[in-house]
């Protein structure tokens, strides 16, 4: 084979043949770390589009006390199901070309991960130290520069976010357009620390830090260049959502996913939308609007002093209203700072708090709701068809349905006619 005039012999000799085969091994490294994250993705697709349906399902049964049937559901919120999940709560299955376009973030997100993965093993030199061929294990020790351990930064959190994401049941497509971002952002700022700083050790640790967690190096680099010290608060958070409980570095990336970055912007997003796009399991999203509700309206030494006598969320708070010695005793402990009955007033004008109270005192709802989706679904599946049952029309109540949901789809299933 030539290249340029030239001659290059792949095969011959056991020099050019151990290279080649390392370069292959090279190779099905690439493709197997560049299919994870999708693979992840495509089983999580295939077993739990059903389960999550469900699941929305009975959790909107218990938090919004305007719905109760199916029908109801579909009529105010079917669009919302259709374009967040790709499926269709009338006829009870999936929207095959709505998920095929979804599914173009993950395909983008893996050709640059495996873009990336080439970059790292085409640094490794071929030969070692004394001129001999590399052995199989320095044939696997890339290069490292800032650029490539910014890569290797982000693809250590694209992998983590892919797998609590199937683990927990709200892996989505979304989240492969921000693992794209993420990769594209750590690049651009390795590119700028080799710029001020060189290559040294720090800078290299500061490189795959910024593929994790960007906003922390970019606070890091303007206090290093003497910006620290200064009023502005461009990449400050006045009230962050690490105020909030059992959020970490993944539960920010997902809720800013969604384009919620602060506390303010969570209590005042719309609930809903937000358990459907972001898929987070509901309990743990409404307990943080729960929080946020409260934060956005008192200080973070009132928050501390509050949380100091076990009220942490607003319903905690009116709870305690409603009781009057534990509001005497609430009162007298914050020592005039601040009335529990004045926090009440302007917590019972938010938006979402008769959806969050309902969702509270009704703890039992989801033992009176059905699987409605799944029972179509799978008739679909079997191309069979429900006799004489019209989902918009004759969808029972809530509490009559919950025998129906034990059935087996063989029960289920339309007898046949005799003859």
Same mark, same amino acid.
């Given at each position: 084979?030539?290249?340029?005039?030239?001659?290059?012999?792949?095969?011959? *000799?056991?020099?050019?043949?151990?290279?080649?085969?390392?370069?292959?091994?090279? %190779?099905?490294?690439?493709?197997?770390?560049?299919?994870?994250?999708? /693979?992840?993705?495509? &089983?999580?697709?295939?077993?739990?589009?059903?389960?999550?349906?469900?699941?929305?399902?009975?959790?909107?049964?218990?938090?919004?006390?305007?719905?109760?049937? $199916?029908?109801?559901?579909?009529?105010?919120?079917?669009?919302? #199901?259709?374009?967040?999940?790709?499926?269709?709560?009338?006829?009870?299955?999936?929207?095959?070309?709505?998920?095929?376009?979804?599914?173009?973030?993950? #395909?983008? @997100?893996?050709?640059?991960?495996?873009?990336?993965?080439?970059?790292?093993?085409? @640094?490794?030199?071929?030969?070692?130290?004394?001129?001999?061929?590399?052995?199989?294990?320095?044939?696997?020790?890339?290069?490292?520069?800032?650029?490539?351990?910014?890569?290797?930064?982000?693809?250590?959190?694209?992998?983590?976010?892919?797998?609590? *994401?199937?683990?927990?049941?709200?892996?989505?497509?979304?989240?492969?357009?921000?693992?794209?971002?993420?990769?594209?952002?750590?690049?651009?700022?390795?590119?700028? /620390?080799?710029?001020?700083?060189?290559?040294?050790?720090?800078?290299?640790?500061?490189?795959?830090?910024?593929? $994790?967690?960007?906003?922390? #190096?970019?606070?890091?680099?303007?206090?290093?260049?003497?910006?620290?010290?200064? !009023?502005?608060?461009?990449?400050?958070?006045?009230?962050?959502?690490?105020?909030?409980?059992?959020?970490?570095?993944?539960?920010?990336?997902?809720?800013?996913?969604?384009?919620?970055? @602060?506390?303010?912007?969570?209590?005042?997003?719309?609930?809903?939308?937000?358990?459907?796009?972001?898929?987070?399991?509901?309990?743990?999203?409404?307990?943080?609007?729960?929080?946020?509700? %409260? &934060?956005?309206?008192?200080?973070?030494?009132?928050?501390?002093?509050?949380?100091?006598?076990?009220?942490?969320?607003?319903?905690?708070?009116?709870?305690?209203?409603?009781?009057?010695?534990?509001?005497?005793?609430?009162?007298?402990?914050?020592?005039?700072?601040?009335?529990?009955?004045? /926090?009440?007033?302007?917590?019972?004008?938010?938006?979402?708090?008769?959806?969050?109270?309902?969702?509270?005192? !009704?703890?039992?709802?989801?033992?009176?709701?059905?699987? #409605?989706?799944?029972?179509?679904?799978?008739?679909?599946?079997?191309? &069979?068809?429900?006799?004489?049952?019209?989902?918009?029309?004759?969808?029972?109540?809530?509490?009559?349905?919950?025998?129906?949901?034990?059935?087996?789809?063989?029960?289920?299933?339309?007898?046949?006619?005799?003859?």
């Amino acid at each position: 084979m030539s290249f340029g005039g030239g001659r290059v012999q792949l095969t011959s *000799g056991d020099e050019a043949h151990h290279v080649l085969v390392v370069r292959c091994l090279q %190779l099905v490294l690439v493709v197997l770390v560049s299919m994870v994250p999708a /693979l992840m993705y495509f &089983q999580f697709d295939r077993e739990k589009l059903t389960t999550l349906v469900d699941r929305w399902l009975h959790v909107i049964f218990r938090l919004d006390p305007s719905v109760g049937t $199916v029908a109801d559901v579909d009529a105010k919120y079917g669009r919302r #199901v259709e374009e967040f999940l790709g499926a269709s709560l009338s006829i009870g299955g999936e929207l095959p070309s709505k998920r095929l376009r979804d599914r173009s973030p993950v #395909v983008l @997100s893996t050709l640059l991960i495996a873009l990336g993965w080439i970059i790292v093993v085409l @640094s490794v030199p071929t030969t070692g130290s004394r001129g001999a061929p590399a052995s199989v294990p320095e044939m696997f020790h890339p290069l490292l520069t800032t650029v490539i351990m910014g890569f290797l930064g982000a693809y250590f959190l694209a992998v983590q976010v892919a797998l609590r *994401g199937f683990v927990r049941g709200d892996l989505k497509p979304k989240t492969y357009n921000v693992i794209t971002v993420r990769i594209l952002m750590a690049v651009v700022l390795a590119w700028a /620390l080799q710029a001020l700083a060189g290559d040294g050790t720090a800078v290299l640790a500061a490189a795959f830090l910024g593929g $994790v967690v960007p906003s922390t #190096v970019l606070l890091m680099v303007r206090a290093a260049t003497g910006r620290g010290a200064t !009023n502005d608060a461009e990449l400050d958070q006045r009230s962050p959502l690490t105020q909030l409980d059992e959020i970490d570095v993944y539960e920010r990336m997902r809720l800013e996913e969604e384009g919620i970055t @602060s506390v303010q912007a969570l209590a005042r997003h719309d609930l809903v939308d937000l358990m459907l796009s972001s898929r987070i399991p509901a309990p743990r999203l409404i307990d943080w609007v729960d929080q946020a509700m %409260l &934060q956005q309206h008192a200080t973070a030494e009132l928050i501390t002093r509050l949380r100091a006598h076990g009220v942490r969320c607003a319903t905690d708070l009116l709870q305690v209203c409603a009781h009057e010695q534990a509001l005497a005793d609430l009162t007298a402990a914050l020592d005039g700072s601040c009335t529990p009955t004045l /926090l009440r007033v302007v917590l019972e004008r938010d938006e979402w708090l008769d959806y969050i109270r309902n969702w509270r005192e !009704n703890e039992d709802v989801n033992d009176r709701t059905r699987c #409605v989706y799944s029972a179509t679904a799978s008739s679909s599946v079997n191309h &069979q068809v429900l006799p004489d049952i019209d989902l918009r029309e004759h969808v029972h109540r809530i509490p009559t349905v919950h025998a129906q949901t034990r059935r087996t789809p063989e029960a289920a299933a339309p007898a046949s006619a005799p003859g």
